[in-house]
């Protein structure tokens, strides 16, 4: 007889659809705006639950999302079905604070980490598979908020950037069980107001940001974690940024600030399943700044 040789394993993939949600405006906003599988943003969806600002926001049970903390200082949390429905207000767990970010791991788990409570933070948070948002975990590296995470590899996560006493651009690196490593020393240009996703099934990108200007360079994220250095910037140079997946191997950043024209913008910037980053998509829905974007589906 032959030897039955197994099928090749199918490469990583994710979700197919996205969502940024909530943000400043004139004042915050909940309205979130949906992403396709083709990388369309909608209009805007008329808000659910509290208003705010510079949230978090991650995937979890592989096909729906959450969105949780934020600015008023909050530990609130509103969940995504895997339809892109956002859910009213879920009493809030954890620490109040704002500048959180999150991420997947695990392959259906989130966390959410860092941010600002009145001072630096570095404790976590963490999502299950149903959605439930864990008690604090005591924080692991250097305190911060205003940074960026996302997914790396088949089910592990990363946290980068950040500002904490000092703009930063060290790492920490999150296993598939949601532990956090310390730090790993920075690569890139040090900045805050970073957005970053997941793209290709199983790598990511750092993205855009603020030092002493706005920024538009990005920084690669390998599928063993390793973080590269810059590539020159494309799109409008801006802070205050959110990215997500879309597509099952692409991502999109949108939105934030752009102080050249002092003003929120809602333009958009594809990332390939190659992570090449597209020029400016013109805008969809209220320009905004520090929303938060998850994908889903």
């Given at each position: 007889?032959?030897?039955?040789?197994?099928?090749?394993?199918?490469?990583?993939?994710?979700?197919?659809?996205?969502?940024?949600?909530?943000?400043?405006?004139?004042?915050?906003?909940?309205?979130?705006?949906?992403?396709?599988?083709?990388?369309?943003?909608?209009?805007?969806?008329?808000?659910?639950?509290?208003?705010?600002?510079?949230?978090?926001?991650?995937?979890?049970?592989?096909?729906?999302?959450?969105?949780?903390?934020?600015?008023?200082?909050?530990?609130?949390?509103?969940?995504?079905?895997?339809?892109?429905?956002?859910?009213?207000?879920?009493?809030?767990?954890?620490?109040?604070?704002?500048?959180?970010?999150?991420?997947?791991?695990?392959?259906?788990?989130?966390?959410?980490?860092?941010?600002?409570?009145?001072?630096?933070?570095?404790?976590?948070?963490?999502v299950s598979n149903a959605g439930v948002v864990a008690t604090d975990t005591a924080g692991v590296g250097t305190a911060r908020y205003n940074l960026g995470a996302c997914e790396y590899g088949t089910d592990t996560g990363i946290f980068g950037y950040g500002e904490g006493g000092g703009y930063q651009s060290l790492t920490n690196l999150v296993s598939n069980v949601g532990v956090v490593a310390s730090d790993t020393a920075g690569v890139g240009t040090i900045r805050y107001y970073v957005g970053a996703c997941g793209y290709d099934g199983d790598k990511g990108i750092f993205g855009y940001g603020l030092d002493?200007?706005?920024?538009?360079?990005?920084?690669?994220?390998?599928?063993?974690?390793?973080?590269?250095?810059?590539?020159?910037?494309?799109?409008?140079?801006?802070?205050?940024?959110?990215?997500?997946?879309?597509?099952?191997?692409?991502?999109?950043?949108?939105?934030?600030?752009?102080?050249?024209?002092?003003?929120?913008?809602?333009?958009?910037?594809?990332?390939?399943?190659?992570?090449?980053?597209?020029?400016?998509?013109?805008?969809?829905?209220?320009?905004?700044?520090?929303?938060?974007?998850?994908?889903?589906?």
């Open positions: 007889m032959f030897p039955i040789i197994p099928a090749a394993s199918a490469a990583p993939s994710g979700n197919d659809e996205g969502i940024f949600g909530f943000g400043i405006a004139a004042s915050s906003s909940a309205v979130t705006n949906l992403v396709s599988n083709v990388g369309v943003v909608a209009s805007d969806t008329a808000g659910v639950g509290t208003a705010r600002s510079n949230l978090g926001a991650c995937e979890y049970g592989e096909d729906k999302g959450i969105f949780a903390f934020g600015s008023p200082r909050t530990a609130i949390s509103n969940l995504v079905s895997n339809t892109g429905v956002v859910a009213s207000d879920t009493a809030g767990v954890g620490t109040v604070r704002m500048g959180v970010a999150a991420c997947e791991y695990g392959e259906d788990k989130g966390i959410f980490g860092y941010g600002h409570d009145g001072g630096y933070a570095s404790m976590t948070n963490l002493t200007g706005d920024l538009s360079v990005t920084n690669l994220v390998s599928n063993a974690g390793v973080v590269a250095s810059d590539t020159a910037g494309v799109g409008t140079a801006r802070f205050g940024v959110a990215a997500c997946e879309y597509g099952k191997d692409k991502g999109i950043f949108g939105f934030g600030t752009a102080s050249d024209n002092a003003s929120s913008v809602g333009i958009t910037n594809l990332v390939s399943n190659t992570g090449v980053v597209a020029s400016d998509t013109a805008a969809v829905g209220t320009g905004r700044n520090v929303p938060a974007a998850c994908s889903f589906n």
